[in-house]
């Protein structure tokens, strides 16, 4: 099974089974850039930026290794 690592609120890596990922969000908040991945089972993660171009950057990452999995 393959993996997208993300990081929790915490700060601490977290393993997210791409297989059991229903979709991958971006938006904009008050604060700045949020990526969401939202999966089966009831899990979701968000990760936060304050840039958008590294909010972007991380978006497209995320889709590619989805696409290539």
Not at 9 to 37: C, H, Q, S, W
Not at 38 to 43: A, L, N, S
Not at 50 to 61: E, G, I, N, P, T
């Amino acid at each position: 099974m393959k993996f997208i690592e993300t990081i929790t609120f915490m700060g601490n890596d977290v393993l997210v089974p791409i297989k059991k990922i229903e979709y991958i969000m971006m938006r904009a908040n008050e604060k700045g850039y949020e990526i969401t991945i939202k999966g089966r089972h009831e899990f979701e993660w968000v990760e936060h930026f304050a840039d958008h171009k590294k909010a972007l950057v991380r978006y497209k990452m995320i889709m590619k290794i989805i696409k290539a999995a």
